[in-house]
Each structure stands twice: as C-alpha cells, then as structure tokens.
C-alpha cells in the first residue's frame, strides 16, 4: 500500500511515543526523529529502529526535504512558532502538538473536513483533546453557554515541557472549548497530582446549557465516548453524568496504551494518539487528490 512519508522534531517524551504509534499506521510511513541531544532516549531508539535519526534540528529537515511530506512538531510552543515559518516555506504539512496555536485547532472526534486544506493544524492540548469531545457532544444537542474542565495528570507524567507551557495550556484550551467545542464561554484548569502510585488522567467537565434534555445529552455523550475510543482505546467514563438544573457535569478517565510511557500517562497518549489519526485522515486526502 502507498503510504506518505513523515517525520517528527522533538526526540523527547511525546515524540517518542508517537514513533512507536506511527510504527502501526498503515498509510503513514515514519522516516525521521529530529533533536538538537545526540545523547536523547529519543533518537538513541529511533536510530535502533532503523529511522533516520537527527541532532541538528529542523536544519536536517531543510537539508533533506524528500524524507516527510507531514512533520510532526513535539517540541515547545515557543520553537514551534519558528519551525511554523520553515516548515510553510519549505512546503510541509505540520502537525503541531504544542499549544503555539499557528494553525487551526483540531480534534479528530470532532469531524469536520475544513481543515483537510490546512497546511499547519494545532491538536490543542492533552486536556483539550480529552474534554473537547464532551463538550462538542453536549452542544450538538444542548447548546452550552458555558464549559469549565479540570485536567488532572499525575505529577509523574509532566516534563519539561509541559511544565514550561502551562500559561499556553490555559489559553489554548479555553479556546478549544469555545472553537472547537462550541461553548459560548470557556475556562480550563490543570492540575499536576504527585500522588504516588500515580494516578490515571482523570477530566471534569462542567458544562451550563440552555436546551436541558438529560436523555439527549446523555446519549450524545456516550457516542463520543465510543468515537474517541476508535484512537484512544483506555478512554472512558467514570460514571453516569450527574445533572442539576441546567447544568450536566461529567468525569472522565484516560488510560495510556503503555507504547513508551506507563498507563498512567493518558495525558500524553491521547496527544500522540490524536496527532496519529490527524495525519492518517490527512495521509487519505493527499493520496486521494494524487489518484485524480
């Protein structure tokens, strides 16, 4: 089968774990892990598994633009904003995993074929991707004014990176809510749980609606739930949304498929395993423009 090349920047947690995602698309074809550490975890397994592997940057992308049509960006939102400017000169198709918010925010279970003519997509944040869905499903039948979420992610599964941009988490997911989601009004909330063992990424979503009909809501929620377990398998339910007046609060749970990190970090699993089923719904759309 013909599959479309791409590679990822950024050798740490969340590039890591999306090597070993894209190891089973069967329409992306992995080609390259980019990093500026020769020494990263990273690169080290990438290099073992026969990828190209580069410390030099987004650099090696300019000097080598053949090996991906579709680039991955896993690094910061601030080096994010400048391989936006390359990656658009030299023609690529990024998929931003930062919260740089360059390009239009996506989530897969929430459908639309606008972005597919996009050529930098933003997947939001962990919290955005794990709470969105709810929201949106809540709208479709509700019409939400009003949508505030807690992330809560064990202490354990928060690098560096996540650490430096929990202004951008902020930001970026309340306008995901609002976007994407369909709230009138958003607000996101994230809290890093040191608990030890470490807990499970666990979401609430409190949602204030102005058409309350429990029935309709409750089973638009539960077909999301079972969209966003197409990609992300450990996605749940806690327990039966609770409803007072017009307002429905509803608790979720994200366990982590084990690729790189331990179940516990949902977190990162549902970014990397989003970012994946974003590329193969664009990998689709450029094999079916080269078909015409």
Do not use: W
């Given at each position: 089968?013909?599959k479309i090349k791409a590679a990822i920047i950024g050798s740490g947690n969340i590039g890591t774990d999306l090597m070993y995602k894209l190891e089973?698309?069967?329409?992306?074809?992995?080609?390259?892990?980019?990093?500026?550490?020769?020494?990263?975890?990273?690169?080290?397994?990438?290099?073992?598994?026969?990828?190209?592997?580069?410390?030099?940057?987004?650099?090696?992308?300019?000097?080598?633009?053949?090996?991906?049509?579709?680039?991955?960006?896993?690094?910061?939102?601030?080096?994010?904003?400048?391989?936006?400017?390359?990656?658009?000169?030299?023609?690529?198709?990024?998929?931003?995993?930062?919260?740089?918010?360059?390009?239009p925010f996506v989530s897969p279970a929430v459908k639309t074929d606008a972005y597919l003519n996009e050529k930098n997509v933003n997947m939001i944040?962990?919290?955005?991707?794990?709470?969105?869905?709810?929201?949106?499903?809540?709208?479709?039948?509700?019409?939400?004014?009003?949508?505030?979420?807690?992330?809560?992610?064990?202490?354990?599964?928060?690098?560096?990176?996540?650490?430096?941009?929990?202004?951008?988490?902020?930001?970026?997911?309340?306008?995901?809510?609002?976007?994407?989601?369909?709230?009138?009004?958003?607000?996101?909330?994230?809290?890093?749980?040191?608990?030890?063992?470490?807990?499970?990424?666990?979401?609430?979503?409190?949602?204030?609606?102005?058409?309350?009909?429990?029935?309709?809501?409750?089973?638009?929620?539960?077909?999301?739930?079972?969209?966003?377990?197409?990609?992300?398998?450990g996605y749940r339910l806690k327990q039966e949304p609770l409803f007072d007046g017009n307002r429905v609060t509803v608790f979720v749970e994200v366990?982590?498929?084990?690729?790189?990190?331990?179940?516990?970090?949902?977190?990162?699993?549902?970014?990397?395993?989003?970012?994946?089923?974003?590329?193969?719904?664009?990998?689709?759309?450029?094999?079916?423009?080269?078909?015409?």
């Open positions: 089968m013909v089973r698309s069967e329409i992306i074809e992995l080609t390259a892990m980019i990093g500026i550490d020769p020494e990263s975890d990273g690169l080290k397994r990438a290099k073992e598994k026969g990828y190209l592997a580069f410390h030099n940057g987004i650099q090696s992308l300019q000097d080598n633009p053949e090996i991906a049509d579709i680039v991955f960006d896993a690094t910061s939102a601030k080096t994010h904003v400048r391989h936006a400017k390359v990656l658009a000169e030299l023609g690529k198709l990024a998929i931003d995993l930062t919260p740089a918010a360059r390009g944040t962990c919290g955005g991707q794990a709470t969105i869905p709810i929201v949106h499903a809540i709208n479709s039948v509700a019409d939400v004014s009003y949508a505030e979420i807690v992330a809560t992610i064990s202490s354990k599964s928060a690098g560096p990176g996540t650490r430096a941009n929990i202004d951008e988490f902020t930001i970026t997911t309340r306008r995901g809510i609002e976007e994407v989601g369909g709230a009138d009004k958003g607000k996101a909330l994230i809290i890093l749980n040191p608990a030890e063992p470490p807990i499970l990424m666990r979401d609430t979503i409190y949602c204030e609606v102005k058409n309350m009909d429990e029935a309709a809501i409750t089973k638009s929620i539960e077909q999301m739930v079972e969209t966003v377990k197409e990609y992300v398998p366990e982590g498929a084990g690729d790189y990190f331990p179940i516990y970090a949902g977190n990162l699993d549902i970014m990397t395993a989003a970012a994946t089923r974003v590329a193969e719904d664009f990998a689709i759309h450029m094999l079916e423009k080269q078909s015409v």
